[in-house]
Each structure stands twice: as structure tokens, then as C-alpha cells.
């Protein structure tokens, strides 16, 4: 099973580092499949707008909720984000080189979101991906039952990561 993780400390930092870890891919060819996110700064102070960016080639879409300046709630938007999914997993298929997902959040560890997707993608033996926080790293590490890799959060170690699944990949088949 090839699944890999990894969390940065800063807010956004992991989102930064999968989006251009993908933009690389993609540049050389690699065929990348799922999600990356792109957060971008309100103009009234509140929190980031989060979008994210169905791999390879698009859409864009939405997955925060503007709950308001007071609101602590979470702000993702469930229905949104189930879209993404539904059309990253629709581009899954043989020819998928990489599954990246810019996160292992709430709905992974209640068993939603791309939890199935990855499940999926390690069954094909697609190497998989994946960004996290702590506040879901034990339902990461339940899922993953102790075969995935972390990574520190820095893009050669991800391409060192990626590379070299990409050549065992190759060399089986």
C-alpha cells in the first residue's frame, strides 16, 4: 500500500505545498487526480475563503460556508465538498497516476468525504496522498492502520515520495 501523509504547522502551509507539488506533477506529465486547496483573504478580516481545485484541470469550487464575523462554527460546506469528491472520483480510472487530497478533515474521520476514494485508489494500487491536521490525525492513523508514511511538509520530500512510488509502479508492471 502506498499512502502518505503530511501537516504542516502553519495555517494553510500543507494547502500551499500540495498545490505546487501538483502544478510540478502536472508539469511533468504525471497524471494527478483529486483535490488541492486554494485559500484566499476576505477583504472584511474574517476568516479565508476556502476553495478547492478538482485535480488535474479544474473546476474551482467553493467548500467554505461566510457564517458570519462572530461565528465559530466549522465553515465547511459538506455539499460542496461532496461535489468535489463525486467528480474526482469520477476521474479516477487506470490511467491515475497520484491521488492527492488536500485533506483528511471531519468528514474522512466520521467516514465521509474521500475516505471511500482513497480506499479506492489503494485497491487499484494507486499511490495516495494525502494532507492532515492533528485535531484528525487518530482517525487518520485508524484508516490507515499503521501502513501509512508521513512526511515532513516540504515539496522534495513529497517528490522523493511520489517518485519513488511512481518507479515501483512501474517496475511491477
Do not use: Y
Not at 4 to 31: F, N, V, W
Not at 129 to 154: I, K, R, S, Y
Request: proline residues 5%.
Amino acid at each position: 500500500m502506498k499512502l502518505a501523509c503530511t501537516k504542516a504547522p502553519g495555517r494553510g502551509d500543507t494547502d500551499l505545498i500540495l498545490a505546487g507539488l501538483a502544478s510540478e506533477l502536472a508539469a511533468r506529465g504525471i497524471r494527478c487526480c483529486g483535490t488541492v486547496q486554494i485559500n484566499t483573504d476576505r477583504c472584511d478580516a474574517g476568516p479565508c475563503d476556502m476553495d478547492v481545485m478538482v485535480l488535474p484541470d479544474g473546476p474551482v469550487l467553493r467548500i467554505s460556508q461566510n457564517l458570519g464575523a462572530g461565528a465559530r462554527g466549522c465553515r465547511l460546506d459538506p455539499e460542496s465538498l461532496e461535489v468535489a469528491v463525486g467528480q474526482a472520483a469520477t476521474r479516477l480510472d487506470a490511467d491515475t497516476q497520484l491521488l492527492i487530497v488536500n485533506k483528511f478533515g471531519k468528514l474522512e474521520a466520521e467516514g465521509r468525504g474521500f475516505r471511500d476514494v482513497i480506499a479506492e485508489a489503494l485497491a487499484m494500487d494507486i499511490p495516495v496522498l494525502v494532507g492532515l491536521n492533528t485535531l484528525n490525525q487518530a482517525a487518520f492513523d485508524a484508516f490507515a492502520g499503521g501502513l501509512a508514511t508521513e512526511l515532513p511538509p516540504e515539496k522534495d520530500a513529497l517528490a522523493g515520495w511520489v517518485n519513488g512510488a511512481l518507479r515501483t509502479a512501474a517496475e511491477a508492471a
